[in-house]
């Protein structure tokens, strides 16, 4: 049996719900039992120049009639804010590992216009040219900056390894990080210094980033990482970490990096696992059954925590490395895109949006390894949180837990139990996670199940409910939204109530819930 079905088929007994209870959803919150805390990080994103993400989604220029701060979309600048979106991971992915951060500054009009990484890849063959296929570097490290500014997010720059050098790198990091006035190329930067912390050390290195075995890549990271000049900015540098389940990879390059030098692992700030679930059916026309399959794929991100961690611990006992989870989303066939050059791009549905929510409360109950971790990507894309193609832009299901979701940053993660009758042996019918804040519980859960309402109650161990607020997200699995019905697919409040100490409510199915309770 496994450990999930094992679990989750004895949680209900080993809690003792009262018979008429047996069949419902059952929650047991042990406040005094703390995870760690939830870091906001943790709600990351990630912007790759990749098809629509950019131009279209992102960039409209300074003199589009599309209203825009300094070239960028004003209204996913307000709908990033409002759900403290925290950082923004850029400019790739595997274009990353192309990219020459100096065809992006200075004066715009002077900028040279480059192959873009993905020009062959898919739909993108068929087109004559724009953005997608030829990048035109309009978007570059200032209008990235400025994007973060603007939201009050992080940046997270991706260094070249593959077709770049550690001088590139440093540089980059003198551009983006010396004092003004200090070193030539803060002159060129023009503004007060970004201080960027976070530095991928190049992405995906197993594949598109240069298809080294792990041992190679150690090196490459250490020349890389060696004496950085940080500029008085604490640098975090995170290595390109395992594709999903390759154990080899996280061990080979940790091994590497502890032969030459245990002390090197204080070089690793976070270790990146990219994850994608894959998809079923199509991206909006799908069987229940591919519904639960591709729900059930998504959750496999729990046990490869695990797995990985696990790994680390083997040349880390004191498991100093977190992980940065850069990459992950379900991600679908074409179809759904709104433009043809929008390559990977898909709608997304309720389905994608369940499989936000079982992912983000599965890093939630990990607050104690997973340090970041990125959607990919935010806009026209992979799993995104919105659609914009020219003066429309929608959110999408997924948008909604983020939004949702956002209560759990900063929070005290504590563990606590869901336990449900299971409709199918690979996925639980009830998840989530809870953190807390002083007198303030957030509750998030996922009723996994297709059509079927599931009554919940939850107790809470080391205190009392006072009172209850209650958010649902729910709607037909194939649910999303369109241009013509842009809110079709919102949260909508849920009836909860506190009773005795004990919070009941029902969740639709599917549903993702999110609760506030009141602690006395
Ligand atoms: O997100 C799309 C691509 O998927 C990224 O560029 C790459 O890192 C991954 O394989």
Known sequence: MQRRTFL????????????????????????????????????????????????????????????????????????????????????????????????????????????????????????????????????????????????????????????????????????????????????????????????????????????????????????????????GVPLKFIPAGPNGGDLNWSRGFLQAIVRKNPGLLNRIWGFALHYYCGTTGGPVEFTTDEYYELLARAVRMDDLIKNHWTVMGEYDREHRVKFAIDEWGAWHRAGSEVAPHHLFGQIGTIRDAMIAGLTLDIFHRHADKVSMANVAQLVNCIHSLFIAHEDKMLRTPNYHVFDMYKEHQGGKSVRAVFAAPMRTGKLARLDGSASVQGKRLVLTCTNTDAGEALPVSVKIEGGTAKSVEGLVLTGRPQAHNTFAQPEAVKPAALKAEASGGVVRFEMPGPSVARLIVELV
Request: with cysteine; hydrophobic share 35%.
């Open 8 to 231: 989750a088929a004895t949680a209900g007994a080993l809690l003792a719900p009262r018979a008429s209870e047996a069949a419902d959803g059952a929650v047991t919150v042990l406040l005094n039992e703390p995870i760690g805390t939830i870091s906001p990080l943790i709600h990351g994103h990630f912007v790759e120049h990749l098809g629509g993400v950019v131009y279209d989604g992102i960039w409209v220029g300074e003199k589009s009639k599309i209203p825009n701060i300094a070239g960028i979309r004003k209204t996913l600048v307000d709908d990033l804010k409002a759900i403290k979106a925290p950082l923004f991971r850029w400019p790739g992915g595997c274009f990353a590992d192309s990219y020459d951060w100096r065809d992006g500054i200075g004066p715009r009009e002077k900028r040279p216009t480059r192959v873009n990484f993905w020009e062959r890849a898919g739909m993108l063959q068929k087109l004559e040219g724009g953005p997608a296929k030829y990048e035109p570097n309009e978007f570059g490290t200032n209008e990235f900056m400025r994007f973060c500014q603007e939201i009050g997010a992080q940046p997270y720059l991706a260094a070249n390894l593959r077709s770049g050098t550690a001088r590139d790198f440093n540089d980059w990091v003198d551009y983006c990080n010396a004092p003004s006035g200090t070193t030539t190329l803060s002159r060129m930067r023009g503004t007060a210094p970004f201080n960027v912390q976070y530095w991928g050390i190049g992405n995906e290195s197993w594949g598109c980033g240069g298809e080294f075995t792990p041992e190679e890549y150690s090196v490459e990271f250490r020349k890389f990482t060696a004496w950085v000049p940080n500029f």
